[in-house]
Nanobody, 128 residues
């Protein structure tokens, strides 16, 4: 059983920064692509960023590109999302996700939310 635990959310003013973490356990972390998604109130969950199992490829939603940086430390079984220049529209519950398949393409998560493990989410609130 895979466990994903997000942390680092909170309340921040517009223009500020936050760093989210996702700690994984229950299986070998380094062979699975990972991603971040978010869900704002009244909206569907949407893709934010994804990173390949090796860390070699990264993809971002267009609205986050240049402001958010996804990374991972396979030695620590942890993935991160550095968020800068935050906007009120970034307010959402942020979810960590892991591919169910080994050595999968991180690009797949930009297209579908199927066949993923999920964390419980961490709230990010950006005040104007």
């Amino acid at each position: 059983q895979v466990q994903l635990v997000e942390s680092g959310g909170g309340l921040v003013q517009a223009g500020g920064s936050l760093r989210l973490s996702c700690a994984a356990s229950g299986r070998t972390f380094s062979v699975y692509s990972m991603g971040w998604f978010r869900q704002a109130p009244g909206k569907e969950r949407e893709f934010v960023a994804t990173i390949t199992w090796s860390g070699g490829n990264k993809y971002y939603a267009s609205s986050e590109k240049g402001r958010f940086t996804i990374s991972r430390d396979n030695a620590k079984n942890t993935m991160y999302l550095e968020m800068n220049s935050l906007k009120p529209e970034d307010t959402a519950v942020y979810y960590c996700a892991a591919d169910r398949s080994m050595y999968g393409s991180s690009y797949r998560m930009t297209q579908t939310q199927d066949d993923l493990y999920w964390g419980q989410g961490t709230q990010v609130t950006v005040s104007s």
